[in-house]
């Protein structure tokens, strides 16, 4: 399946806007929220640093970040995407933050010319995540740390009566929808390999028990997916979707899924294992 996340701008313009907006507005959401203040604590910003926000998207980590290093600082957000970034920039923020186009084969700044880098759920989507690894590994300088935040779709636990049903859609949706939803799992060895030196993981666990977290959206488009797909037929689409609302309605749905912090350093200094 093609994955709309990878470019948006290879979107129609209407369809780019309105990716921009749901991003944007599922920042809001608490385990959303929650999860990207995290990763901002995990890279550590102090006054007067220079950091990127590669994989910006709307810009939501970047004005995080902003207020953070100050008006002696920067941040920078660099995305694929010129949509996002018009998305990003109408969004506002001080004047320390700026955004750059760029896909990450040739980030446009000199060798060490950032203290520190951002990236929240961007490698799952992007074709070439080596590149990109070693690329931000040049752009920071000696003793640098690169915080990732990943999800990774293969740790999703649904409690649902039909256990076949349930693995063979979440299964599909994991192996084929938006991009690798393994890469969580994958970051320690992806970091490795491009030179990094691996600190801190952590992780995260968001529990779905209602409409207040993304888990039940993201469920009810997997079943509709699969069902479009042939991966399954209507009446095993209502019967899954069906038992999904039913237990909503009657609290008893429950959902959990894994996401991972990693704090990376681009050479063995004791600073950046924080």
Not at 200 to 212: A, S, Y
Request: glycine residues 10%; proline residues 4%.
């Amino acid at each position: 399946m093609s994955n709309p996340w990878t470019n948006p701008d290879r979107l129609p313009s209407d369809a780019a806007q309105s990716l921009a907006q749901f991003i944007n507005a599922r920042a809001d959401i608490p385990d959303q929220s929650a999860a990207h203040a995290a990763l901002v604590e995990a890279l550590s910003p102090r006054p007067g640093e220079r950091l990127l926000d590669f994989g910006c998207g709307t810009g939501v980590i970047a004005r995080r970040l902003a207020p953070l290093v100050g008006s002696t600082g920067a941040v920078v957000g660099v995305d694929i995407s010129a949509a996002m970034l018009e998305f990003a920039r109408a969004c506002g923020g001080p004047a320390q933050l700026s955004y750059e186009q760029n896909d990450g084969a040739a980030i446009p700044f000199p060798d060490g010319s950032f203290d520190g880098a951002a990236m929240a759920r961007a490698l799952l989507h992007v074709a070439h995540p080596h590149e990109i690894l070693v690329e931000l590994r040049r752009v920071l300088r000696p003793g640098g740390r690169l915080a990732i935040l990943e999800c990774d779709w293969g740790t999703v636990a649904v409690d649902h009566s039909d256990r076949a049903l349930t693995r063979r859609i979440l299964d599909w949706r994991t192996d084929t929808v938006d991009g690798n939803n393994w890469m969580g799992r994958q970051l320690v060895a992806r970091c490795l390999a491009a030179g990094w030196r691996v600190g801190d993981i952590r992780v995260l666990t968001t529990i779905g028990r209602d409409e207040t977290t993304t888990h039940f959206g993201s469920l009810r488009r997997s079943g509709e997916l699969a069902l479009q797909n042939g991966i399954i037929d209507q009446s095993e689409h209502d019967r899954w979707v069906g038992e999904l609302d039913s237990r909503l309605s009657t609290g008893l749905f429950f959902a959990s899924i894994n996401e991972f912090i990693l704090v990376a350093g681009k050479e063995e200094d004791a600073d950046f294992r924080r």
